[in-house]
């Protein structure tokens, strides 16, 4: 069974740093790539970026709203994807999901979804 | 704002069909990228629903469709029922945003 579980959410101050974690199992990890993809209470989601396999060079892929301040990273010897989020505002408090692709290309759809982690950026 | 744009919100009785649309542009949908729709039911983690414009994971019921025409995207559902009450949520690729991006949502009532 396919499982994508994410953590390390929680409250943080405006200025501040938080790194979430997405431990994947039930496929191939190592071959995949994986999205994160946000969504601010009662609205819509938002792609946040991904990271491919180390195939296609573990390259990465931000939205402009946080590029510059995220940085995505995986340790596929752990099965796990991070999402480092530096200068936080309270703009990015949301709940955070990772996602897998089915393939590398544009057009790959997100096929399954962890249960997501609520991130609160508030003083 | 949206890259997609979807109706806010549509409603239906139970055994009806429902249509909800997925406007974009030459940049995405218009350039010949995927619509993909995903199910999001309340409290829950969104599910995919069709991809690659009209195909359905084997999991989901074929009540639910989907179609592609120029710039757009639709998501059919015939035969409503209580438990199709959720979120839904188109999804392509843009190339001038060099970003994926989603519709705003559409939240389905069932009366």
């Known amino acids: 069974e396919v499982q994508l579980v994410e953590s390390g959410g929680g409250l943080v101050q405006p200025g501040g740093s938080l790194k979430l974690s997405c431990a994947a199992s039930g496929f191939t990890f190592s071959g995949s790539a994986v999205h994160w993809v946000r969504q601010p209470s009662g609205k819509g989601l938002e792609w946040v970026g991904r990271i491919r396999s180390k195939a296609n060079t573990y390259a990465t892929a931000y939205a402009a709203s946080v590029k510059g301040r995220f940085t995505i990273s995986r340790d596929d010897s752990k099965n796990t994807v991070f999402l480092q989020m530096n200068s936080l505002k309270t703009e990015d408090t949301a709940v955070y999901y990772c996602?897998?692709?089915?393939?590398?290309?544009?057009?790959?759809?997100?096929?399954?979804w962890g249960q997501g982690t609520l991130v609160t950026v508030s003083s | 704002q949206s890259a997609l744009t979807q109706p806010p919100s549509v409603s239906e009785a139970p055994g009806q069909r429902v249509t909800i649309s997925c406007t974009g542009n030459?940049?995405?949908?218009?350039?010949?990228?995927?619509v993909h729709w995903y199910q999001q039911l309340p409290g829950t983690a969104p599910k995919l629903l069709i991809y690659?414009?009209?195909n359905r994971p084997s999991a989901v019921p074929d009540r639910f469709s989907g179609s592609k025409s120029g710039t757009s995207g639709s998501l059919a559902i015939t035969g409503l029922q209580a438990e199709d009450e959720a979120d839904y949520y188109c999804q392509s690729y843009d190339s001038s945003l060099s970003d994926w991006v989603f519709g705003g949502g559409t939240k389905l009532t069932v009366l």
């Open positions: 996602t897998r692709s089915t393939g590398d290309g544009s057009q790959s759809p997100f096929d399954y």
């Open positions: 690659g414009n009209n």
């Open positions: 030459t940049s995405n949908i218009g350039a010949g990228y995927d």
